[in-house]
């Protein structure tokens, strides 16, 4: 959850802030979870609990935090910056960080004062073996302020699906043609609703390009949806890579190479290949005192994938590139040698 007071990319943003909370308000089970979300952007204040609150800002160092009566926290700003810095040490080897005295993320957030965890993104699946708390998890993007679908409350396990479209919310998948594809095939994610915004500030060339002819968003994600409608996210669609002219998707191959042990987090892209058109390059950050070698991932990964998706390059790194909120920068892989 995270408020904004500039313009923003989105003409009327507040605006579809608010719808896109009308929409959970309106899942069963989530009408007084979503009235508080609604206080918060109204009065620019975070959800977040003070138990909540205390390991972030041990985390960010973070100034002129506000407690109110029933609860809320207002957050200074550079919230988000802390939120990720203590997200980024909470699933990538936390409990092997002395800066936490290696006490691990339960023993940092009380997990039981909350009563719903929501998330998004490919970290969400490792909050329960760290916390013994479930995470329910949502998709969407700033252009759709934020949230497109939501898993809704009858559902009590991480399924791996980012759950059901959102009330007044139309979501189709597209093959490349613009043509919507079968039940269990995978397209790009297009959606139309309230939520989603009106179109980028002063950016007609980006908004001609952003559209469909019928007026969807296109979230540039890849997307599939699953017998009982929920959708589940496969990856980026520039992140794509085609071997021999098969389609793999990075986030296929990092989930497998992740469960090798000695790694800690690892990204992989797509580089020219003479042979087959394009190779996958994994990138991997070792856990702490960990030794592993390239033979060792190739062997571990040639397990679980099929031939044309096993890395033919791996590449150990001392940290991998991120946004501010944590985010895996794949684009900026591509120039290191």
Not at 57 to 67: A, E, F
Not at 103 to 126: F, I, R, Y
Request: net charge negative.
């Amino acid at each position: 959850m995270s408020t904004y007071t500039a313009p923003m990319k989105d003409m009327q943003f507040v605006l579809h802030e608010l719808a896109g909370l009308d929409a959970i308000a309106r899942l069963p089970g989530y009408g007084d979870v979503s009235t508080e979300l609604v206080d918060a952007v109204l009065e620019g204040a975070a959800t977040f609990s003070s138990e909540v609150w205390g390991p972030l800002n041990k985390v960010g160092d973070l100034q002129g935090l506000k407690r109110h009566d029933d609860g809320r926290v207002t957050t200074p700003k550079g919230f988000v910056e802390a939120y990720a810095k203590f997200v980024e040490s909470g699933w990538n080897g936390l409990r092997f960080d002395p800066a936490f005295g290696g006490q691990g993320l339960p023993k940092l957030v009380d997990t039981a004062v909350m009563e719903m965890w929501s998330g998004g993104g490919s970290a969400v699946n490792k909050w329960l073996a760290m916390t013994g708390t479930f995470i329910r998890e949502g998709y969407g993007l700033s252009e759709t302020s934020p949230i497109l679908t939501f898993n809704p409350a009858s559902v009590q396990q991480f399924s791996g699906t980012t759950g059901l479209p959102l009330p007044s919310t139309d979501i189709k998948l597209l093959d490349d043609d613009g043509n919507e594809v079968g039940l269990g095939e995978s397209g790009e994610i297009v959606a139309k609703g309230p939520q989603v915004m009106s179109g980028y500030w002063e950016k007609p060339e980006a908004n001609a390009t952003a559209f469909t002819p019928d007026g969807y968003f296109r979230t540039g994600d890849i997307g599939v949806f699953t017998p009982e409608g929920f959708l589940k996210i496969v990856d980026r669609k520039k992140d794509m890579i085609i071997v021999s002219g098969f389609n793999v998707f990075p986030n296929e191959i990092e989930a497998v190479a992740t469960a090798c042990p000695g790694v800690m987090e690892c990204a992989c892209i797509g580089v020219p290949d003479e042979k087959t058109g394009e190779a996958v390059k994994l990138f991997i950050v070792k856990a702490q005192g960990a030794t592993l070698s390239e033979a060792e991932v190739v062997a571990f990964c040639r397990k679980e994938l099929t031939g044309y998706k096993v890395p033919k390059l791996v590449r150990f790194v001392d940290a991998l590139p991120k946004s501010t909120v944590g985010k895996i920068l794949r684009r900026e892989l591509r120039d290191v040698k």
